[in-house]
T-cell receptor, first 117, second 115 residues
Framework: AQKITQTQPGMFVQEKEAVTLDCTYDTSDPSYGLFWYKQPSSGEMIFLIYQGSYDQQNATEGRYSLNFQKARKSANLVISASQLGDSAMYFCAMRESLSGSARQLTFGSGTQLTVLP | DAGITQSPRHKVTETGTPVTLRCHQTENHRYMYWYRQDPGHGLRLIHYSYGVKDTDKGEVSDGYSVSRSKTEDFLLTLESATSSQTSVYFC??????????????FGPGTRLLVL
C-alpha cells in the first residue's frame, strides 16, 4: 500500500483565491512527521512546512498552513491568497520514527498546481 | 540555501558506461542522501550516508553504489548505466535537530539521460 497518497494530479486556482492540496498517509507508527515541498518548473525542491504527529496545533508558515486531521490520516496543504509564483508541483512526504538510521522521507507522487491570472 | 551543489547538472551517456554524480556540501552535515525522481513516483531513496564511510541502501538501490570518503562529498555511481536509470537525481542533506522535525534540504538536481 502507498504510504503517501496525493489524489490530485493537477489543480487550478484563480489568483488571490485559496487552494487546498490533499495528502493522505498510511502508517502504524504513532510518531511521524509530515512535510510539504514545492518544486517549481526550475526543478529545485523547496521545503515549505512541517507537522509532527504529536503537535496540538496545525502548522502555519506565512501563506501556507497544514490542515492536519490525525484520525483521518490527512495532512492537506492550504495556500491562501494564491500568487502566480505558486504555480509548481507540490509534494507531501512523511518520516516515520521507525525508519531507523535512514531518517528517510517517503514522498507522494505530487500535485501540479497552476495559478490562473 | 543549504550549501549543496551537484555536478554535473546535466549528463547524456550511453548504455553500459559508468557514470559518477557528485554531491558537495559546505556545512558539515552528517547525513546525506541520494534520491531519484521519475514521473508518477515522487522521489525515491537510492542510498544514504550517516557519516564518512558509513552508507546504506535505500528503496531503489539496485544498479547504484555510493561512496563517502570525506564529510563534504557523497558520490553516486552507476556502474553500467541502463536506460531505466534515466532520471533526475537529487542529493539532500539532513539538518540533525533530533526528532521527527529534522528537515531535508535538497541540491539543485542532476538530469541524466542514458541512451
Amino acid at each position: 500500500a502507498q504510504k503517501i497518497t496525493q489524489t490530485q494530479p493537477g489543480m487550478f486556482v484563480q489568483e488571490k483565491e485559496a487552494v487546498t492540496l490533499d495528502c493522505t498517509y498510511d502508517t502504524s507508527d504513532p510518531s511521524y512527521g509530515l512535510f510539504w515541498y514545492k518544486q517549481p518548473s526550475s526543478g529545485e525542491m523547496i521545503f515549505l512546512i512541517y507537522q509532527g504527529s504529536y503537535d496540538q496545533q496545525n502548522a502555519t508558515e506565512g501563506r501556507y498552513s497544514l490542515n492536519f486531521q490525525k484520525a483521518r490520516k490527512s495532512a492537506n496543504l492550504v495556500i491562501s491568497a494564491s500568487q502566480l509564483g505558486d504555480s509548481a508541483m507540490y509534494f507531501c512526504a512523511m518520516r516515520e520514527s521507525l525508519s531507523g538510521s535512514a531518517r528517510q522521507l517517503t514522498f507522494g507522487s505530487g500535485t501540479q498546481l497552476t495559478v490562473l491570472p | 540555501d543549504a550549501g549543496i551543489t551537484q555536478s554535473p547538472r546535466h549528463k547524456v551517456t550511453e548504455t553500459g558506461t559508468p557514470v559518477t554524480l557528485r554531491c558537495h556540501q559546505t556545512e558539515n552535515h552528517r547525513y546525506m542522501y541520494w534520491y531519484r525522481q521519475d514521473p508518477g513516483h515522487g522521489l525515491r531513496l537510492i542510498h544514504y550516508s550517516y557519516g564518512v564511510k558509513d552508507t546504506d541502501k535505500g528503496e531503489v538501490s539496485d544498479g547504484y553504489s555510493v561512496s563517502r570518503s570525506k564529510t563534504e562529498d557523497f558520490l553516486l555511481t552507476l556502474e553500467s548505466a541502463t536506460s531505466s536509470q534515466t532520471s533526475v537525481y537529487f542529493c539532500a542533506i539532513s539538518t540533525v535537530q533530533g526528532g521527527l522535525q529534522e528537515t531535508q534540504y535538497f541540491g539543485p538536481g542532476t538530469r541524466l539521460l542514458v541512451l
